[in-house]
Every structure is written in C-alpha cells, then in structure tokens.
C-alpha cells in the first residue's frame, strides 16, 4: 500500500468503466477491538455495492461474489488492518483493485458505484495550493521531500545528482586527472573548474563546496520547473546562503530553516517537516486570499465566472487556473469532447458522472488550484462552482 501521489491520480482518472466502486473508510492507528469498527464500516459498503450492482447492473448473486471478492478478502488480512492510516481508498473496477492508506480523516465512509471513479475525498492531497518541496542540504546527504498539509514524502533522486560532497570530489578529482593526462598530452586546455591556485586551504574547500552546489542546483532545478511548486530549504546555517548563490529557479521561499536534520537527529524527517509547514501555512492562506480577491475583481468580464456549464466547459479542456468548488455539491452528466458540450442530468445513472469532480481532476492535472468549501464560504453563495481562467472565455 502506498500513499497517494499525482502519478496515481493520472492512471486512475483514465479508468471511465462502468461498475467502478469507489469506498473511502475510516480507519484507525490503534484498536482495542482488533480494528472491528473499521472491518464493519468497510463490510458495510460492500454489501451496499452488491446491492447496487444487482439492482443497476442486473448482475446476479455468483457475479457479485466474484467481482467484489478483493474486498471481502482484505476483511481477512489483519495484518493490513493494524497498520492503516486514517482512511481506506479503495478501488474496484472490471479490470483490477487499488488500494491507499490515506492521511485524511472522515467522518462516515463513502461509497460511489458507476462509471468511473470517486476521487474527490483525495483532491486535498494533491492540490498545487498545498503542496510544496524541502530540500536539506547537508554535507554527507542531501534529501528532498514533498509534501503537503497531511503528508511527507522522500523523493529518490536520480544517478546523476550528486547527493554528498564526497561524490562531487570523487567525480571532480576524476576529471583533474583525466586533464591533467591530456595537458601532458598537449591535446587539451584546462578544464573548467580546475584547481583553485592561490587560495589558501579554507577557500579552496568552500569554492569545491559552491562547485558542488552549482552541479546540485542544476540538476534540481529542473525537476522544480516541471511543478512550479516553492521549495523550503534546510541545513546547518553557513550553507544556505552559499547555496542560494548557485541558484536559478526563483520559488525558493525566503524563509529557511536551521539544523541539523541528517539521519540520525531527524531520521524521518518530522522535526524538518513540522517546521517547513510553520512557514508554508501562513503562505498558502494568503494565497488563498489572493485567489478569492482575483475572482471577485474578474467577474465582470471573460476571465472568470460562477455559470456551472461554462466553467465545467472551460475546466475539461484545461482552461481554469483556480476552481472554487462546493463540497457537497455534484453534478451528474456527460462531457462530450468531440463536439465540446456538456450534458447536465438531474440524478446519478450508470451511464454519466459527477462533471463538478472531472473539472477539479482536471484543473490539478493542468497544474490548477481547487478550493473546496461549505457553501457559506463559497465567493459567490448561490453557486457550486466559481473559476477563475487562464484566458478569457466566451461560451
């Protein structure tokens, strides 16, 4: 089991197979009970989706039993049961079973049966508003995370990042004595990056320190400008401000944090975290605020509305910068992408889905902000929906 990650959302939201399940389950860390609150809720929910499923799909009593048997088999694994989180995704079509431990709490399961999958419960984990980088650089190990408001991630980073000191000189002391053989050859100049002559032993190790951060920085930054998320630095206090001088991508936030936060003072990085979220939080709020304020200053004109068909238009085909979206609002329908309409249903069928939850996967996988609020909070209070676009649209 795994947690839940953009790269999943990708391959889940493909799936628009009819008799998909979707049942998202509260779970528990601890149990006096051996978990059988949590076993009885999630047994719950499949004996409503055999319901459904013989009733809306006429399927009969031996198809049911085969189809749903991913789930009842996991009522079995107690070993899964003792070491969830505080939601159960599950995923069922035709084809095969998913299953996430989700850091987010609910209060009573959801269960969806149609076509396609459920995934609005998982929006809060992948929202572009929530989300950013922490890079801690250390000597003997640099590491990055993301993460967002429920979740912390180590990301592997890739053979040619050089992640110590020692594997840049190891790779800078190879490329000296590869020159210097060339220069006694009389085939080459001198590399770039050479020995630093006439400095003394202090300086020379803190230029081989910015070369390594020049190397470090270049290979990062271009995984940053794929997101386009801000990234929190880390790190014993003298390195930061030398790092900062090597780099290029411009959402590093100014704020930093200090320490020593390397395997064995912060092995799982909950010191790092909790202190890289002090200074996002406030940050995002803001931006939040910001959003609203651009809503309500575009409005009047074709770079935003709250007209539900035109901003489920404009969301499907990756025009909405920011959706602001009811929680419990959904609208069923169809999207027809060849002809560019949208079909509006009054009520869940087999054959449609919920378009209010299309355009909020679609706006995160366009690299778009969702805000889901009570409808209170919504910015205009007689809507479901509110966006604002990336150019203007006229529908």
């Not at 290979?219 to 386009?228: A, G, R, T, V």
């Not at 560019?340 to 919920?354: A, C, G, L, M, W």
């Not at 409808?375 to 966006?387: C, G, I, L």
């Amino acid at each position: 089991m795994e947690v839940f990650s953009i790269d999943q959302l990708t391959n889940l939201v493909s799936s628009k197979i009819q008799r998909s399940i979707s049942i998202f389950s509260p779970t528990s860390k601890q149990s006096t009970t051996n978990y059988q609150e949590d076993k009885i809720q999630f047994k719950n929910q499949l004996q409503i989706a055999r319901q459904q499923l013989a009733q809306e799909y006429g399927m009969d009593e031996t198809e049911v039993n085969q189809y749903l048997k991913p789930g009842f088999d996991l009522l079995d694994n107690n070993n899964f049961w003792q070491h969830t989180s505080d939601m159960l995704a599950f995923f069922l079509t035709p084809e095969d079973s998913t299953i996430f431990k989700v850091p987010l709490k609910i209060d009573e399961p959801i269960l969806y049966v149609g076509k396609g999958l459920m995934l609005r419960p998982l929006l809060p984990l992948l929202n572009k508003n929530g989300r950013f980088y922490i890079l801690n650089i250390d000597l003997d190990s640099v590491r990055l995370y993301e993460a967002t408001a429920f979740t912390l991630k180590e990301v592997e980073l890739w053979d040619d990042v050089p992640t110590t000191k020692e594997d840049y000189m190891i790779y800078f002391n190879e490329i000296e004595r590869e020159d210097g053989v060339q220069r006694r050859l009389g085939t080459s100049q001198p590399a770039d990056g050479g020995v630093f002559h006439g400095q003394g032993a202090d300086e020379q190790d803190k230029e081989h320190t910015r070369q390594w951060f020049y190397t470090l920085s270049r290979e990062l930054d271009d995984k940053f400008k794929q997101d386009l998320l801000p990234v929190v630095l880390a790190g014993v206090d003298y390195l930061i401000p030398l790092y900062r001088t090597t780099i290029n991508y411009n959402k590093y936030v100014e704020e930093y944090i200090t320490g020593n936060f390397d395997n064995k003072n912060d092995p799982q990085a909950q010191g790092l975290y909790k202190q890289a979220l002090a200074i996002m939080q406030p940050k995002f709020k803001q931006q939040e605020t910001e959003a609203i304020e651009q809503y309500h200053n575009l409005k009047a004109g074709d770079f935003a509305a709250s007209d539900t068909k035109k901003i489920l238009l404009a969301a499907l085909t990756g025009q909405v910068e920011t959706l602001f979206l009811r929680k419990d609002a959904k609208v069923w329908g169809n999207y027809d992408a060849e002809n560019y309409k949208v079909q509006i249903q009054k009520e869940s069928s087999p054959e449609n889905t919920d378009l209010l939850t299309e355009a909020a996967v679609q706006t995160i996988l366009m690299k778009g902000k969702v805000y889901m609020y009570d409808a209170e909070q919504m910015p205009e209070q007689d809507s479901v929906v509110a966006a604002v676009f990336r150019n203007p649209v006229v529908v």
